[in-house]
């Protein structure tokens, strides 16, 4: 299955784009529609762009990203709505295709099959996240997508502080397909992770994705153990996790820039996932993070179900943000 800008015009199929739009649809009729009801007519003046500031803003984009677009629109000189419309529409696809889309390995030449060609298996994904951003959920649907494909997936489960968490994982476990390697709660997340690489090497598998605790950006001594099982997953397949996968709730508004800052200073992050796409997200912080970041969101949670975790097509993602309202 592949994904990302190769395929955005002919390969996303029309399952995936009526998924997103009607994942987006609350934050379409809610935020961004205050953002299409600005081009309802043709007058450019003053009070157009400070509205369209306004409403940029207001649809978490942050002040930083929202300006940079401003002032990509303006050197277009738009002479009308219509104009100024597609002029966004462009400017906010090339925000989120201007990314790096190299750090990862897995990932980063737009296939959602793994490439084992440059890395030896079993490949590891990492998953990191605060609480309650929906880490094991993406886990389980990203593990279903790799077992439609025909890969072996074990998941490691990291998250050894809440008993809550390893029940979580083993259910999708039993629903999807993949093996687990726990322990007891309260063990050492990193010899979890140790066990699960040991496990996935003498049995063949070919991906590893490995679940972590819910840490708090102030907590130290969480990002010093995040620290800890990065460098026993590098001991152990010799190099460093394939791709450290950051789980943000879209829910969370400009919060979640601030989580992309963290993770991505302590845990080397190398992709995004925005997870509750259909909740009351109001979609602008995948443009601030591609811009301030510049790392890309390579998954989207639209739904319940363990099949709606799909590729993140910016084309398709910033036209299901600017449909009309009738639309």
Known sequence: MRFGRAQKDSHIGDADRGKIQQATKTTRLSVFNKITELFGTDAINTDLWEELEEALIGADVGVKTSFEILDRLKAKKPKTR????????????????????????????????????????????????????????????????????????MAAAGDTYRAAAIDQLQAWATAVGFDVIAQQSGADPAAVAFDAINAGKARLYDLIIIDTAGRLQNKTSLMDELAKIKRVITRQINREPDEVLLVIDSTTGQNGLMQAEVFAKEAGVTSIALSKLDGAGRGGIAFAIAQEYGLPVKFVGVGEHADDLIPFIPESFV??????RED
């Open 319 to 324: 036209d299901a943000l600017l449909l009309d």
């Open 82 to 153: 219509s104009e100024m419309k597609e002029a966004l529409r462009n400017s906010l696809i090339e925000i989120l295709e201007s990314v790096d889309d190299t750090a990862g390995k897995l990932w980063g030449d737009d296939e959602l099959n793994l490439n084992l060609k440059m890395v030896n298996s079993p490949a590891v994904v990492l998953v990191v996240g605060v609480n309650g951003s929906g880490k094991t959920t993406v886990i389980g649907r990203l593990a279903s997508l790799y077992i439609k494909e025909g890969y072996r997936v």
